[in-house]
């Protein structure tokens, strides 16, 4: 046995043992969170189980007996170092982490529910999965008291807190390590492991399982760890430990090096331990099985990472083609199980509602899915897909036009304005009817979104309100956390009905009179007089299949709107970034306000000083305001009636100014130097790309010059300095 890593933990707010429960919780339920190489894990089946006695403890048993006949009580707990049992699933001090998942960890060191139940890391614990847990503990406690005394040693650890002649108490669990599918390593495959969670001593044990020739699994010697929890007068340590050092195997992936064990894992469980604040999202890829997830999105990122070097968009190819293909990935297997849950085989159809570039609907539709998807704009990138995948360019004004009877699903993904609409269609188009949708700019019915609650981000007020939505229109509404490289990557799905059919006129007129309810919320103006459910929901109207469909609930005139105050986004899409502003203004006011920043020593409009970089002066940092009031006020409006107004003029002259807080100061390309010497090799690569593209502003107008000598400085000194800039083809290839 050798320990790999102790650590001190300071527990200000008496989180402990609570913490470090729910710390290892994030380990064993989701550890790709520290293990980024790893997809997932599927807990398979758990059970309560206790170890054999050791020799001493068998000793223990009997001196105990004599005591007790002595007239000598045993110890309480309560007098006993150690974690308490509370500490274990029912400790109520366990947070809930907040971390780069964004999840929700629970209280309890492993998942509560009943055997067959769908735990959070898309698994199920099955009758198979339990039984074989019953059969390998079996024979491995069989063998603890035989060939494997040491291990049982391992696995008792100091025995803080047991009572004299106590059997120990285990919760024990079998879980499938999913690892991510890379080119380094294409083949690598699930391992599984046994925990064994020992809370009166305080510890979790990782037993990795080999098969044998005959295909059956058993423990493996080698690769055993533990995580431990100690106290010594007031301080708390957990410690990491390898039960034989000489055997252990790194693969890299699921089994990294002890010094990594002992470093960076210790370092995060020890942070997880005392941090009370939680995030109030659910955990990632909660209601799917991650094993599939992981080999789906494998195949179709193989299958469609060509369009990174066809993008004919401006957008970024790497975030917009990864995304969806991961969207489309969740949406694949999310409808796989709802097959295999209602037997049936033939796939789900879909359309897309504000679809955009409609990569989702094209990989969507390639896959056997009928669908369409349905954008104000047309983009280039439609004509690259093929006449297979149908693509509408069409305004979406919510109404008794705009029903889809005949499709599984209702998308909104990034929607925008149509984002609150979605789950109403989806309700109105017909009773079978389903919808997925992945909020990110933030609409109401009309107009733009209001937060209620202050004590909420707007992103979580958003996110119950479209929740709210879908639960008014009849929807059990569940909520996932997806795989994607945004910040706003929680969905919303609508899978079932909480009403029969024929409830649906007066679910209707409720959702009639919710919709209502919002009006006047958002800044847009009112429509007078109430909305008249319309004939058609009035009549109880029958869609396909003989389900009430609910057509149109809202009718306010001939077109049969909902809500006349709803208003699409334009067909021309109207760039407000300040880059149609004339260069001379722009030119203008950056100059002043370098001034301004320079306590008045004036730049020069042209022509390069020099100065020492050791008496390079960068200025004061000024807060925005009191920048704007020192601006000509006709300039001020003109920026004003940009997005973002002087802040993104601004934060557009990067190369420049570094706007922060509410603040912005001139940019000190000495720090970013030494910031970038600091990033991987390949980000410094990609920086490289642009070197001398441009000309350096503080060359030609600092008073001072650049603080960075020519062959330092990413931009040219002067026209001679100059490379052409790369073409789009060679940016993707830098990236790939």
């Known amino acids: 046995m050798a320990e790999v890593g102790r650590s001190a933990v300071r527990d200000p707010g008496a989180l402990l043992p609570g913490g470090f429960w729910a710390a290892v919780a994030v380990w064993l339920e989701r550890p790709q969170v520290a293990n980024r190489r790893l997809c997932g894990v599927r807990l398979e089946a758990r059970r309560s189980a206790a170890l054999p006695r050791t020799e001493q403890e068998a000793r223990a048993v009997a001196e105990c007996g004599s005591e007790e006949r002595s007239g000598h009580g045993s110890r309480s707990l309560e007098d006993c170092p150690g974690p308490r049992p509370s500490a274990g699933p029912e400790e109520p001090q366990g947070r809930r982490h ?61 025995g803080a807190g047991l009572q004299p002649g106590a059997q120990r108490a285990l919760d024990v669990v079998l879980r499938t390590v999913v690892p991510k599918r890379s080119p380094h390593c294409p083949l690598a495959a699930p391992r599984r492991e046994i925990i064994v969670q020992d809370v009166l001593s305080g510890t979790v044990t990782f037993l990795p399982l080999e098969e044998d020739e005959e295909g059956n699994s058993k423990v493996k010697m080698s690769n055993v760890y533990q995580i431990q929890l100690s106290r010594s007068r007031e301080e708390w340590f957990i410690s990491v430990l390898i039960f034989c050092p000489e055997r252990w195997h790194s693969d890299g992936i699921v089994y990294p090096k002890p010094s990594w064990l002992g470093r960076e894992l210790l370092a995060r469980l020890a942070r997880w331990s005392v941090e009370s604040k939680g995030s109030g999202f659910k955990s990632t890829l909660s209601l799917i099985p991650i094993l599939e997830y992981s080999q789906t999105y494998q195949a179709l990122k193989d299958k469609y990472k060509h369009m990174v070097q066809v993008w004919p968009e401006v957008t970024d190819p790497e975030k917009f083609v990864f995304e969806d293909v991961a969207i489309a990935t969740y949406l694949l297997v999310l409808w796989a199980e709802e097959r295999a849950a209602r037997g049936e085989t033939a796939k789900q159809s ?58 599984d699903w209702v998308i909104g993904n990034h929607s925008d304005e149509l984002t609150a609409w979605i789950p109403v269609i989806a309700a109105r188009s017909s009773y079978r009817c389903r919808f997925f949708v992945l909020p990110c700019c933030f609409f109401d019915f009309e107009g733009r979104f209001r937060r209620r609650q202050s004590g909420q981000t707007q992103y979580r007020g958003y996110l119950d309100f479209i929740r709210e939505v879908g639960e008014t229109c009849g929807f059990r509404v569940q909520e996932d956390c997806l795989r994607i490289p945004s910040t706003k990557r929680v969905c919303l799905i609508g899978t079932s009905r909480t009403y ?16 209502n309810s919002r009006r006047g919320r958002p800044a847009s103006p009112p429509v007078e007089g109430p909305l008249p459910a319309s004939p058609q929901a009035a009549a109880g109207s029958v869609g396909p299949g003989g389900h009430p469909d609910g057509c149109g609930a809202l009718d306010a005139g001939a077109e049969g709107r909902w809500l006349p105050g709803f208003r699409p986004r334009e067909k021309a899409e109207c760039v407000r970034n300040c880059a149609p502003l004339p260069r001379e203004v722009v030119d203008q006011v950056v100059l002043q306000v370098a001034n301004l ?68 100061r001139l940019r000190d390309w000495r720090e970013e130097m030494r910031r970038e010497e600091r990033q991987p090799a390949a980000k410094r690569r990609l920086f490289s790309g642009a070197f001398k593209t441009r000309l350096c502003w503080f060359f030609t107008h600092h008073p001072d010059g650049c603080a960075l000598p020519s062959a330092c400085c990413p931009f040219a000194h002067g026209p001679g300095e100059l490379r052409p800039p790369p073409t789009g083809k060679q940016r993707r290839q830098q990236l790939l």
């Not at 955009?356 to 969507?364: C, D, E, P, S």
Request: net charge negative.
């Open 98 to 158: 907040q971390g780069e998942v964004g999840g929700e960890t629970a209280a309890t060191p492993l998942l509560a529910g009943a055997p067959t139940q769908t735990n959070e890391a898309g698994g199920v614990e099955g009758d198979f999965s339990a039984t074989e847990l019953d059969s390998l503990w079996d024979d491995f406690s069989r063998g603890l008291v035989g060939a494997h005394r040491e291990l049982l040693a391992f696995l008792t650890g100091s």
């Open 350 to 407: 879909f359309v897309d509602l504000g679809c955009g570039n409609g990569l989702l609907a094209h990989i969507l539709s390639s896959e056997g899915h009928p669908g369409r998807g349905i954008d104000v704009r047309r983009r280039k990138i439609w004509d690259m897909y093929g006449p297979q995948t149908r693509l509408e360019e069409s305004a979406i004004t919510p109404s008794d036009e705009t029903l889809f009877p005949d499709v």
């Open 500 to 515: 029969p059919p024929a409830a649906e006129v007066p679910i209707d007129e409720r959702r009639t009179q919710y919709i």
């Open 597 to 664: 920043l320079l306590g008045g020593k004036q730049p020069s409009p042209g022509g390069p000083c020099h100065g020492s970089a050791d008496t390079w002066r960068g200025g004061d940092s000024l807060p925005l305001a009191e920048v704007a009031g020192q601006l000509d006020g006709a300039i001020l409006h003109r920026l004003k009636r940009e997005c973002g107004g002087l802040q993104t003029l601004l934060k557009n002259r990067h190369q420049v100014f570094e706007v922060e807080n509410g603040a912005v």
